[in-house]
């Protein structure tokens, strides 16, 4: 092999090295929004629980009143 072959195999590694620690970085970025969403996620649901709870208990007092 050519000094010159083996200097642009030598560049097109580097360039994929870079590119590889690039995509890395890409996805540990993607999986920090993830989390963060899978946990807002879990934050509604369990704020969507407490709204559904407060509102059964006020339909079963409405419910009682009506009765009396």
């Known amino acids: 092999m050519e000094q010159s072959e083996l200097q642009a195999l030598a560049d097109k590694l580097d360039r994929l090295i870079a590119r590889c620690h690039k995509l890395e970085q890409e996805n540990a970025a ?5 989390e963060d969403w899978q ?6 649901t369990h704020k969507n629980d407490l709204a559904k709870n ?3 208990a006020m339909i ?3 419910r009682a009143l009506e009765q009396h």
Not at 39 to 44: D, S, V
């Open 60 to 62: 079963g007092r409405l």
């Open 39 to 44: 946990r807002e996620r879990a934050q509604l």
């Open 54 to 56: 407060k509102i059964e």
């Open 30 to 34: 993607m999986r920090e929004l993830q």
